[in-house]
């Protein structure tokens, strides 16, 4: 997995606009996170606040996502207004997203995080995991509380991620990405049925099981998100992976930064087991790797799919920021 890059999930019994419009508010953090305080109000959608990850105060940003099919929203940080070096995707996905038809409440939350080599303390490194997990804890209590409960809600889901760096410019990865006449080279599981459209077609899977296939794609304006469908007619089930790309450069707020993070979301019922799709995460990372080994040939980059699945500055030695 990619080294820089940390995931948090969590199912949440509570609305997707409910949860939407706690996260929005920046002074909400002061109440889940572990010491992000708000200080002072720079405008309408920053402040100036603590950190839990840095003896430094943070300016912190609040940019929306909209979506047609789920909501979601950007945190950035930084020590300077608008220069902000971290970047705090999250994504909230209701269970119908997950599974067409489902009477679940509540909203699958999904917290993106990318910390910067260049700048990454020992301590950050160290403690990520566990702060991040911890606060996911702390606001999906604090949202389910608001809704009347006084224990843990379940959901029918988990969520797990993979990541992997890709040494290709983000526009060529979007092209082959978004295009599924390319899925058959990358997807080994996968063999074409007729002929396919650049963003539907029919396949057989490796049981020579029908598949239906269809790509949607969203620009988010520094980056993309490509949802990768797969509908088993003979099953009525359908498996759903959207699959960010993000440039390093805006991930790790740095210019200098080459290529671009692939980070895919999966979902897993939890009380039974899949008889058709993915059936295991490993399935979604071999995918990941052959994505890697073929875009990086593309772009002539054929020396680095030895280094590993993680970004690297290209000075490997750089100093960590003493914030």
Avoid at 182 to 195: Q, R
Avoid at 281 to 310: C, P, W
Wanted: charged residues 25%; aromatic residues 14%; hydrophobic residues 35%.
């Amino acid at each position: 997995m990619e080294e820089n890059t940390f995931a948090t999930s969590a199912y949440i019994a509570t609305s997707s606009e409910m949860a939407f419009d706690y996260l929005c508010s920046l002074e909400n953090l002061d109440d889940w996170t572990l010491y992000s305080r708000m200080i002072e109000k720079i405008d309408e959608d920053t402040w100036l606040g603590t950190a839990s990850g840095y003896q430094n105060n943070l300016y912190y940003h609040v940019k929306r996502i909209e979506n047609p099919f789920f909501r979601g929203i950007e945190w950035h940080c930084g020590f300077e207004y608008q220069k902000y070096f971290q970047v705090y995707p999250v994504f909230l996905f209701p269970p119908e997203y997950i599974e067409p038809g489902t009477d679940e409440p509540g909203v699958y939350f999904h917290w993106l995080s990318f910390v910067d080599p260049k700048r990454r303390t020992p301590m950050i490194m160290q403690g990520i995991e566990t702060v991040h997990t911890s606060e996911c804890r702390s606001l999906k209590a604090i949202l389910e509380r608001s809704t009347g409960r006084t224990e843990a809600a379940q959901g029918r889901y988990q969520i797990d991620t993979d990541t992997i760096y890709v040494n290709a410019p983000i526009e060529l990865g979007f092209e082959y990405l978004q295009d599924l006449r390319n899925m058959e080279d990358w997807a080994h599981f996968l063999h074409a049925n007729g002929e396919i459209a650049p963003d539907s077609g029919n396949f057989l899977d490796e049981y020579s099981q029908k598949v239906e296939v269809s790509l949607r794609t969203h620009d988010l304006n520094n980056y993309y998100l490509i949802e990768q469908n797969f509908y088993y007619p003979d099953d009525d089930f359908t498996q759903r992976c959207p699959t960010v790309i993000i440039p390093c450069s805006y991930a790790f707020g740095d210019p200098d930064a080459r290529g671009f993070i692939q980070h895919r979301i999966t979902f897993w019922p939890l009380h039974k087991s899949l008889r058709r799709g993915k059936l295991q995460i490993q399935d979604y990372g071999a995918e990941s790797m052959n994505v890697k080994r073929l875009l990086e040939a593309k772009a002539g980059n054929t020396e680095t799919f030895a280094h590993g699945m993680s970004y690297k500055p290209a000075d490997s030695k750089a100093t960590v920021a003493s914030a």
